[in-house]
Nanobody
Framework: QVQLVESGGGLVQPGGSLRLSCAASGISFSISTMGWYRQAPGKQRELVAVITSDSGTNYADSAKGRFTISRDNAKKIVYLEMNSLRPEDTAVYYC????????????WGQGTQVTVSS
């Protein structure tokens, strides 16, 4: 059974930091490209950051210099370290896993709410 379980969201003041975690099970984590996406109310889901199986990374322009994605293959966890948070970062953050194993696979977590407000 595939599970992606996000944690670490919450309420933080502007300029603050949060670290999101996504614990994976039931997938081939080591060969997966793992990503963090977010969806704000009334907006489409958008990419925040991705990390490939060989730890290559890519970030949305809005995340560059503030967010860091990393992975621990032994623990099957992907992290998103978020610093200098802004109100516009408020959204539900989703974890995604993509890999090819006989066919293309893509799985999503249930999301964790991040609210940046004073």
């Amino acid at each position: 059974q595939v599970q992606l379980v996000e944690s670490g969201g919450g309420l933080v003041q502007p300029g603050g930091s949060l670290r999101l975690s996504c614990a994976a099970s039931g997938i081939s984590f080591s060969i997966s490209t793992m990503g963090w996406y977010r969806q704000a109310p009334g907006k489409q889901r958008e990419l925040v950051a991705v990390i490939t199986s060989d730890s290559g990374t890519n970030y949305a322009d809005s995340a560059k210099g503030r967010f860091t994605i990393s992975r621990d293959n032994a623990k099957k966890i992907v992290y998103l370290e978020m610093n200098s948070l802004r109100p516009e970062d408020t959204a539900v953050y989703y974890c995604n896993a993509q890999y090819w194993q006989s066919w293309s696979r893509s799985y999503w977590g249930q999301g964790t709410q991040v609210t940046v407000s004073s």
